[in-house]
C-alpha cells in the first residue's frame, strides 16, 4: 500500500521568528520525523541508511526521537543487529536501487514483528517490485513516502552533501550527482508545498540542465501518481491581491568564485573555516565533537551570525552569567538553599556545558587567527576584492607573500582572489606565481585551471564592477591589533558582501535581468516573494548570514505593518501579521570552506588535465 503523505509548515500567526517563517525546511522535515515515528504505535525500531541517518539527526536529536517510543536506531545495512522479534521496525531510507537489495535481504531474514517503511523521496515502481517480490509473509503493513531527501541545516538552509560537483562541468547529464541534485530540488519543493516558477543563470549550461528537468517534472505531474497536485497555501486562503508565484532561482558557483576563498569573521562562518563544520557538528583535534545547532543551542542560535567582536562580548556575558551562577552553588547554605540549587540544577548542567563548549570554540578561533595572521590576510583579502588601486592592492599582496609567517595555503589563496578580479594582468600573474614557487608552492599551474573555472568567461558581469568605493583599512586594523588582546571584544570589519546579496536586492525590486537570469517554461512579471536559492557547486556560511538578514528585515517590516493596521483598527491583534512578505530559503550541492573549495579547483585541474591527455593520446 502506498500512501503519500506531504505535511508541511503553515503560517503561524505569532510573531516568534522561527513560526513567522513562511517557507522553514527545518519544520518540514520535523514534521515529516515526528509523524513518520508516531505513525508506528508503541516501543520499536528506527533503521536508517548513511543519508537518512544525517537528515534526521540535524532536524531532530535521537534522544527526542527516543521519547517517542523508539528503542533503538540502527543502520539497515548493518547485519549484525539483534534479532528483536516482538518489536516493528520503521525503515526510513532513500528510495535507491542498493536500499531495495538491503530491504530485501532484510525482509527474507526479518528480525522484528513487522515494518513500515518510509521513503524520503518519490520511489519508483521498480523499487516497490523489488521489495514486494520478497514480502511472502507481508511483513511490510505500510509504505510511504515523505519528502525529506535534504539535509536542513537551518530553518532557511539546505544541503544535499554532495562533496563535488565538478564531473558535471564536463556535460555528463548522465552522471548520478545531476540525477540526486533533481531529486533533492522535487524533495525540497514537495515538502514546503512549492510549485515554483524557475529561473537560471543563462551562462552555466549545467543550471540550465537543472532547471529544465525540474521544470519537465513539474509539468510532467501526471506520471508522478500527481505529487504536485497540492493547493499552494495561497491558494488557500483568502487574499485582496494573490501573492505572485514562489520562485526558485538555480545559480552556478562559478559566478561567485570568491566568497568561498575569503576569511570569514562572522561565528558560524568562522567555525567552518576554521575547525570544520559538517551536519552542524564540529570535531576539535583531540576527536572530541560537539553539535552546533540553532535548533538546540540557544546561545549559537543568538550569535551564529554575529562578527567576531560582539560574539567575544557575548562569550564574556556568558560566562560572567554562569560565575554567578556558580557561586550560588558555593554558598548553600540551608537546606532551601539546597532545595532551591537543586529546582534549578538541570538548567544549570546545560549551561554549563554549552559555556564550556563555546569557550572552547572561541579558544579555537582565537588560536586561529593569531598562528594564521587572520587579520593581516583580511585586510589584503578586501581591498584585493573591494579595493579600487590595482597598484595598492598588488603591492600589498607582494609584501604579504614575502612574509614567511604567512603559510603557504593563505598564500595561494590570496593569488587565486587576485586572479579571479586581475586576470587579465599577466605579467603580475607571472610575478606572484614566482613568489609562491620561491616559497615551495609548486602546483602554481592551479590558478590557470581556477581562472578557465570562475573567470569571466564563466559569471555574468557585475562580480567585481559595482563594488563600492573603497576606504582605507590600514589605520583601522591597527586598531584592531592594538585592542585585540585578552578581551578580544572589538568588531572586526569587512567590506565585502557576497554577490548573492546584490543578487536578491535586484531581484526583490524587480529589476533582475531576465536576459542572465531567464525563466524556464512559464514566465512573471510580478516580483516574487518567495524565492528558493539554489547554488550548484556548493554555499557558504556568508551567503547563509546574507539570507538571514533578507529574512530579518522582511519579518521587522511585517511587525511595522501590523503595528499601522492594528492602529487603524484593520486588524485586531499584533499577531495577525501580514504574511505577504519576503522570505528566502537558501540551498547547496554543499556547505563550502577555503579547503573545501580548494579541493574543488584542484579536481578540476586533475579532470581538464585528463581529458587533454586524452585527446593528445587520440
Known amino acids: 500500500m502506498l500512501n503519500t503523505s506531504s505535511s508541511s509548515p503553515s503560517l503561524s500567526p505569532t510573531v516568534d521568528k522561527d513560526q513567522q517563517r513562511k517557507m522553514n525546511v527545518v519544520k518540514a522535515v520535523r514534521e515529516y520525523i515526528l509523524d513518520m515515528v508516531d505513525t508506528v504505535k508503541g516501543v520499536k525500531v528506527l533503521l536508517v541508511d548513511e543519508v537518512t541517518k544525517d537528515i534526521v539527526s540535524v532536524v531532530t536529536p535521537f534522544s527526542s526521537i527516543m521519547q ?76 510511504y513516502e515523505y519528502f525529506a531527501d535534504y539535509l536542513a541545516l537551518d530553518n532557511s538552509i539546505f544541503s544535499f552533501n554532495i562533496p563535488t560537483t565538478i564531473p558535471l562541468l564536463n556535460a555528463t547529464w548522465d552522471d548520478p550527482i545531476l540525477a540526486r541534485i ?50 499552494m497555501d495561497s491558494e488557500t486562503r483568502f487574499y485582496a491581491k494573490p501573492p505572485p508565484p514562489p520562485l526558485l532561482l538555480i545559480i552556478d558557483r562559478r559566478n561567485d568564485p570568491v566568497t568561498p576563498l575569503l576569511t570569514q569573521w562572522t561565528y558560524q562562518a568562522m567555525i567552518h573555516e576554521a575547525i570544520g563544520l559538517h551536519n552542524n557538528r564540529i570535531t576539535f583535534k583531540d576527536k572530541r565533537e560537539e553539535v552546533v545547532s540553532a535548533q538546540h543551542d540557544e546561545f549559537f542560535a543568538e550569535n551564529m551570525y554575529e562578527n567576531w567582536g560582539d560574539l567575544c562580548k557575548a562569550v564574556k556575558k556568558v560566562v560572567d552569567v554562569y560565575q554567578d551562577n556558580h557561586n550560588i552553588k558555593e554558598n548553600i547554605t540551608s537546606i532551601e538553599d539546597l532545595a532551591k540549587f537543586m529546582h534549578n540544577f538541570p538548567a544549570f548542567k546545560k549551561q554549563q556545558h554549552e559555556v564550556e563548549k563555546h569557550v572552547s570554540i572561541v579558544t579555537e578561533l582565537r588560536s586561529v587567527v593569531s598562528q594564521r595572521r587572520l587579520l593581516d590576510i583580511s585586510e589584503v583579502e578586501q581591498e584585493l576584492v573591494c579595493g579600487k588601486s590595482h597598484s595598492d592592492n598588488y603591492n600589498a599582496l607582494q609584501d604579504l607573500l614575502s612574509d614567511d609567517r604567512i603559510s603557504s595555503k593563505d598564500a595561494l589563496r590570496l593569488v587565486l582572489i587576485y586572479a579571479f578580479r586581475y586576470e587579465d594582468r599577466k605579467t603580475e600573474l607571472k610575478n606572484l606565481k614566482s613568489l609562491l614557487v620561491r616559497r615551495g608552492i609548486q ?95 556548493g554555499i557558504t556560511y556568508e551567503e547563509a548570514s546574507t539570507v538571514e538578514l533578507f529574512n530579518n528585515k522582511a519579518r521587522r517590516e511585517a511587525e511595522e505593518s501590523a503595528k499601522i493596521k492594528a492602529q487603524f483598527g484593520v486588524i485586531s491583534s499584533l499577531n495577525q501579521i501580514d504574511d505577504n512578505f519576503k522570505s528566502v530559503v537558501l540551498g547547496g550541492t554543499t556547505i563550502l570552506n577555503s579547503n573545501l573549495f580548494y579541493k574543488e579547483l584542484e579536481d578540476y585541474q586533475k579532470i581538464l588535465t585528463k581529458s587533454t591527455e586524452e585527446e593528445y593520446l587520440q
Open 182 to 231: 533533481n531529486e533533492g530540488l522535487i524533495s525540497v519543493l514537495l515538502s514546503l508545498k512549492k510549485k515554483p516558477f524557475i529561473r537560471y543563470q543563462k551562462s552555466s549550461d549545467l543550471c540550465k540542465k537543472i532547471a529544465t528537468e525540474i521544470s519537465d517534472r513539474i509539468s510532467s505531474n501526471n506520471h508522478d501518481n500527481g505529487i504536485f497536485d497540492f493547493k
Open 443 to 537: 602546483n602554481t599551474n592551479l590558478i590557470d585551471f581556477a581562472i578557465r573555472y570562475g573567470g569571466k568567461a564563466q559569471r555574468t558581469p557585475g562580480l567585481f564592477d559595482e563594488q563600492p568605493t573603497s576606504i582605507s583599512l590600514t589605520g583601522f586594523f591597527k586598531k584592531v591589533a592594538n585592542e585585540f588582546k585578552d578581551n578580544e571584544v572589538t568588531n572586526v570589519f569587512t567590506q565585502h558582501k557576497p554577490r548573492l546579496y546584490d543578487t536578491l536586492e535586484t531581484l526583490f525590486k524587480g529589476k533582475l535581468s531576465t536576459d542572465d537570469y531567464p525563466f524556464i517554461s512559464l514566465t512573471s512579471r510580478d516580483t516574487p516573494q518567495e524565492v528558493i536559492v539554489f547554488i550548484v557547486g
Open 68 to 143: 517517542r517510543g523508539v528503542f533503538l536506531v540502527d543502520l539497515l545495512s548493518n547485519e549484525n543487529r539483534q534479532p528483536l522479534p516482538q518489536m516493528r521496525a520503521i525503515v526510513f531510507v532513500r528510495p535507491t536501487n542498493d536500499n531495495a537489495m538491503k530491504l530485501k535481504a532484510e525482509l527474507l531474514n526479518p528480525k522484528y514483528q513487522a515494518y513500515s517503511v518510509f521513503y524520503s523521496n518519490v520511489v519508483s515502481q521498480s523499487v516497490l517490485e523489488k521489495v514486494a517480490s520478497c514480502d511472502k509473509t507481508e511483513l511490510v503493513k505500510h509504505v
